[in-house]
């Protein structure tokens, strides 16, 4: 809650303005990118034909490819400073509040220039969101749901072999990631078609 309301009182009403206009711009059918090992591979052999979300890590990976991405969803904890250009440049940006991420709010949200919404999983202040989700990639195929997509492509999700991140246990991710799956296996039962992409 303290960190829900810090960003709150960053963003003030930057996300409420923002919403309503990213979901008339999300389509049926869009493309979330979450961080795995293997998503370089599977980006490598799909043809990129729809809207584009990334999860945290995945942006470089997805920027790198040379793909055009359109909504970044963060808990800061990714390569911040190219969700804060590709911010800049238009891709807009739900970032999250939560109980261990004050610091990197006080460091970064004020860096982000363009289209912003904040998003908790706490029962959010005015002006915040909670869409639902656990991990940034579960989180982004929530708010692309609940802003109208009916059809969800996933690249880069393995449940089973989390990649390695400086500081963080893998033994940790993975039981995140089990959280993640239920999550996505919800969506589906509620309608929305879930695929996974293949390298």
């Known amino acids: 809650m303290r960190s829900a309301k810090k960003l709150a009182g960053m963003l003030g009403n930057r996300g409420v303005e923002t919403l309503p206009r990213v979901r008339k711009t999300v389509p049926r059918s869009v493309l979330v990118c979450g961080g795995g090992d293997s998503l370089a591979d599977e980006l490598s052999s799909m043809s990129i034909d729809r809207y584009v ?8 990976i997805v920027a790198d490819a040379g793909i ?3 909504m970044i969803v963060t808990d800061l904890d990714g390569i911040v400073e190219d969700q804060i250009s590709l911010n800049s440049d ?5 970032i999250h509040a939560h109980g261990d991420n004050q610091a990197a709010l006080d460091r970064y949200v004020s860096r982000f220039v363009g289209p912003v919404v904040g998003t908790c999983q ?11 989700g656990f991990t940034d990639g579960d989180r982004a195929a929530c708010i692309c749901a ?12 393995d449940f089973d072999s989390p990649s390695s991140k400086v500081g963080k246990s893998k033994d940790v991710k993975r039981r995140k990631l089990r959280w993640a799956k239920a999550i996505l296996d919800i969506l589906a039962e509620g309608g ?4 996974y992409a293949s390298p």
């Open 53 to 60: 979300v990334v999860a945290d890590a995945a942006t470089s």
């Open 68 to 70: 055009s991405i359109d």
């Open 90 to 94: 238009g891709a807009v940006t739900f």
């Open 122 to 132: 706490c029962p959010p202040p005015t002006e915040m969101y909670n869409l639902g």
């Open 146 to 157: 609940e802003l109208g997509a009916k059809e969800i492509l996933l690249a880069g999700f």
């Open 192 to 195: 929305v078609r879930i695929t």
